[in-house]
């Protein structure tokens, strides 16, 4: 990586070389440039490669041996702001994957075998992912508040269909308090609904919170509230999600 003057870009090389799937080369390359003061531009294209997981391979009435890696072209456009405690982003994406590694719910699909009755992995031939992701923060004395948009559609371009536990849209809110030795936060994450095993999944909204206690030096108390209302959450289909949990530590 390097910079001069208002420019700044990076390039990367990554080998794998797997004995069940020889040796791949990938790279991306990025660069930014500053608009004006606080304002930048970037930009990043790149390549991707990922191997089946054991998982993916061999786990009884799931995995196929016959899987292929996946192998993906991205590029991605951003524009950043930043002025005293504010900021804000603005990401906009598009990944083209070949043999997408997911989760199968037709059986006909899968190997005639009545260990698959729930379905299997597979690989989807050809995945488009784009999207567009809004991010903003900001700090007001003690306080620090930060919101988040992301806006996705994926979809197998063969069918069209929207690809499985993929939500169209989730967003973000948080708010974040310190003082002193103590601390406090809160965070609301909604997601969207999305298919999977020819159901829809229901829409989902969380609540955490969050408390801190430096007690001594080096020492803090921490506190935290996850799922605080005890929202019933299916994080796919018919899997029971966890409830309300509490945290000390």
Same mark, same amino acid.
């Given at each position: 990586d390097g910079s001069a003057a208002s420019w700044s870009w990076q390039a990367d090389v990554r080998h794998d070389d797997s004995s069940d799937f020889g040796s791949v080369n990938t790279g991306r390359l990025g660069g930014s440039v500053a608009l004006a003061p606080g304002l930048r531009l970037r930009a990043l294209a790149g390549s991707t490669f990922r191997a089946p997981s054991f998982n993916d391979l061999v786990y009884p009435g799931y995995g196929v041996p016959t899987l292929q890696p996946e192998r993906g072209r991205s590029v991605e456009l951003g524009l950043s702001w930043r002025a005293g405690g504010s900021e804000a982003a603005a990401t906009l994406y598009l990944n083209h994957v070949r043999d997408l590694i997911g989760y199968e719910s037709d059986i006909s699909f899968c190997p005639a075998d009545p260990a698959y009755q729930f379905g299997c992995a597979r690989n989807v031939n050809r995945a488009r992912l784009q999207g567009l992701t809004?991010?903003? +923060?900001?700090?007001?004395? $003690?306080?620090?508040?930060?919101? #988040?948009?992301? =806006?996705?559609? !994926?979809? &197998?371009?063969?069918?069209?269909?929207?690809?499985?536990?993929?939500?169209?849209?989730?967003?973000?809110?948080?708010?974040?308090?310190?003082?002193?030795?103590?601390?406090?936060?809160?965070?609301?994450?909604?997601?969207?609904?999305?298919?999977?095993?020819?159901?829809?999944?229901?829409?989902?909204?969380?609540?955490?919170?969050? +408390?801190?206690?430096?007690? $001594?030096?080096?020492?803090?108390? #921490?506190?935290? =509230?996850?799922? !605080?209302? &005890?929202?019933?959450?299916?994080?796919?289909?018919?899997?029971?999600?966890?409830?309300?949990?509490?945290?000390?530590?």
């Open positions: 809004l991010s903003g +923060a900001h700090q007001i004395g $003690a306080w620090a508040l930060r919101a #988040q948009v992301d =806006l996705l559609d !994926a979809k &197998d371009e063969a069918t069209g269909s929207r690809l499985a536990r993929r939500a169209a849209h989730q967003e973000t809110l948080a708010a974040d308090w310190s003082a002193g030795d103590w601390s406090a936060g809160a965070s609301v994450l909604n997601v969207g609904s999305r298919p999977d095993g020819g159901k829809q999944l229901a829409a989902e909204t969380t609540l955490d919170l969050s +408390a801190g206690w430096r007690f $001594a030096r080096g020492w803090t108390l #921490q506190g935290k =509230l996850i799922n !605080a209302t &005890d929202r019933d959450l299916e994080p796919a289909r018919d899997y029971q999600g966890l409830g309300r949990q509490a945290w000390l530590a």
